[in-house]
T-cell receptor
Framework: EAQVTQNPRYLITVTGKKLTVTCSQN?????MSWYRQDPGLGLRQIYY???????DKGDVPEGYKVSRKEKRNFPLILESPSPNQTSLYFC???????????FGPGTRLTVL | DAKTTQPPSMDCAEGRAANLPCNHS???????VYWYRQIHSQGPQYIIH???NNETNEMASLIITEDRKSSTLILPHATLRDTAVYYC???????????FGTGTKLQVIP
């Protein structure tokens, strides 16, 4: 089944403890993105990648890192999480060109 | 990417057509219009997209005005399962950076 998977789905952590949220897709998509969603603010893009080793900042990249060492994986790294990074996170992927994005199920992160 | 404007909320009676408008008055010639929806806090789901012509698929129809400054998503026979937040976005086909906005919360009423 074609899908985007994220792990973990739920995470509660404390300020400053490094964490990684994994994202994997099995559709051989070139493009991948990370979004965060907060009440009243809609979906905001954090980082995106157009291919292996090619990444760029979205609208809200501060406090996040990404890497794209393999085509199928695009992990989101929070080196020193803070409470303002408490949010619902989505990973998405698509083919190059005017194609639709496929979204993962989301990761609900709480930073205490 | 061009900005889009959508009404924050709309109601629709079950079984009737739901017409969701989107304004994208600054759209450029190579930008597509995409529609997604999000049910509760699930991952957004793609509905339809188009460049100039009207489009139809098994889920919905997309009507784009001739000047391309606005569009309407039509759900022909709304059901309770269509209750969701609907997002209209515009982007260049090959471009990756995208702005989603806050969408329209559609409530389908029995």
């Amino acid at each position: 089944e074609a899908q985007v998977t994220q792990n973990p789905r739920y995470l509660i952590t404390v300020t400053g403890k490094k964490l990684t949220v994994t994202c994997s897709q099995n559709m051989n998509h070139e493009y991948m993105s990370w979004y965060r969603q907060d009440p009243g603010l809609g979906l905001r893009q954090i980082y995106y990648s157009m291919n292996v080793e090619v990444t760029d900042k979205g609208d809200v990249p501060e406090g996040y890192k990404v890497s794209r060492k393999e085509k199928r994986n695009f992990p989101l790294i929070l080196e020193s999480p803070s409470p303002n990074q408490t949010s619902l996170y989505f990973c998405a992927s698509r083919y190059r060109g005017p194609y639709e994005q496929f979204f993962g199920p989301g990761t609900r992160l709480t930073v205490l | 990417d061009a900005k889009t404007t959508q009404p924050p909320s709309m109601d629709c009676a079950e079984g009737r057509a739901a017409n969701l408008p989107c304004n994208h008055s600054t759209i450029s010639g190579n930008e597509y219009v995409y529609w997604y929806r999000q049910i509760h806090s699930q991952g957004p789901q793609y509905i339809i997209h188009g460049l100039k012509n009207n489009e139809t698929n098994e889920m919905a129809s997309l009507i784009i005005t001739e000047d391309r400054k606005s569009s309407t998503l039509i759900l022909p026979h709304a059901t309770l399962r269509d209750t969701a937040v609907y997002y209209c976005i515009v982007r260049v086909g090959g471009y990756q950076k995208v702005t989603f906005g806050t969408g329209t919360k559609l409530q389908v009423i029995p």
